[in-house]
């Protein structure tokens, strides 16, 4: 199949960035000829993919690349005003093209904020692009059950667990990284991390109190980080400066497989690309994984009010720390997907 895909495909990677470059890249292992436009305010690294940088440019890329492709498949949070517009534009192109378009809703802030759009302006936008789309793809029962308000045919939606795939072989840097995790109690992931922000002065609180004892810390920075600070961070954290692992922000093979291996994954609210909230808020998911992917079914958004970074801290150290009776009710949600949810996408493009 031909297919242009429309979404977040640049660092520093997260979960939606992860997912949709992972399933770029299988699509292409596979065979089928990808066309990747990436709408995300940070540059793209891999080659061929397509950086938009206004919403003009936005519209004829579609136009350019979307003639004579099987299938067009915007990939958002659906949050952001400017995401919003042009998921709405490629719809409407997709349209006009006679192409078949498909929109994937990742979790997070759709699920909070999209019942909550104007009704003369975004809950409209919302129902012509649904109604203009050949499927509508939801990462989550919550931000399905919300999608489906806006557009009453629920043949239009369809419910897949947001998941990244991981890479198929394991070469000899990534599982010398990975060997340094290995022996440790539990993992902690804080990814598309920013100094200052509310996740660094978790991080901070943590080392602090001397909280994260047989612990394994990756840290992944938002952007390249110098060696000055990476010096402090070990300074401050002292006993834990053994534990800390720093990984970069572009390297999306080993936060794959850091999130694989992780007990919780922290980072900031994001969408599009667009970090948001950072001094405010942080999202915190627990992972699942198989062999071949991994699914985040528990979540927690966490908004600061005040200081409250050492309660948060403590918070993450419960988290870690659960025992067997505590984890009840928390990992019997955790399974992993059996499912090869790749291959349901890919016969949702298929079908006709």
Avoid: W
């Amino acid at each position: 199949m031909k297919i242009l895909l429309i979404g977040n495909f640049a660092p520093p990677y997260e979960e939606e960035s992860l997912h949709n470059l992972s399933l770029y890249n299988r699509l292409t292992d596979e065979g089928h000829k990808c066309k990747v436009i990436n709408i995300s305010p940070n540059s793209s690294i891999v080659d061929g993919f397509i950086d938009n940088t206004s919403y003009v440019a936005f519209i004829l890329m579609v136009i350019q690349h979307g003639f004579g492709k099987d299938a067009i498949h915007f990939f958002t949070k659906g949050y952001t005003r400017p995401g919003l517009m042009k998921m709405v534009t490629a719809v409407f192109l997709a349209r006009l093209m006679l192409t078949r378009h498909f929109i994937t809703i990742h979790p997070e802030l759709f699920s909070v904020f999209g019942q909550l759009r104007s009704k003369m302006g975004g809950q409209m936008l919302l129902h012509l692009s649904f109604s203009l789309s050949s499927k509508v793809i939801c990462g989550d029962r919550h931000t399905y059950d919300v999608a489906s308000i806006h557009y009453k045919n629920k043949n239009k939606f369809a419910l897949i667990p947001s998941f990244v795939l991981l890479p198929a072989e394991i070469n000899e840097k990534e599982n010398m990284n990975l060997e340094k995790i290995k022996g440790k109690k539990r993992t902690i992931v804080l990814s598309n991390v920013r100094y200052p922000s509310f996740i660094f002065d978790i991080l901070d609180a943590l080392m602090d109190k001397k909280l994260l004892s047989d612990t394994g810390v990756v840290l992944a920075f938002s952007e390249k980080l110098s060696s000055k600070l990476e010096h402090v961070i070990k300074e401050e954290g002292r006993e834990a400066a053994d534990n800390i692992i720093f990984v970069d922000f572009a390297d999306h093979r080993m936060l794959s497989l850091f999130y694989a291996s992780a007990d919780l994954i922290m980072r900031p609210q994001s969408c599009d690309g667009v970090t948001l909230f950072d001094c405010l808020a942080v999202n915190a998911r627990m992972p699942a994984a198989s062999k071949e992917q991994i699914i985040f079914p528990v979540s927690l958004s966490i908004v600061k009010e005040g200081e409250i970074s050492d309660t948060t801290s403590y918070l993450v150290k419960d988290l870690l720390e659960r025992d067997e009776d505590s984890q009840v009710g928390i990992d019997s949600n955790r399974e992993p997907e059996t499912e090869d949810l790749y291959q349901k996408i890919v016969e949702i493009y298929a079908a006709k």
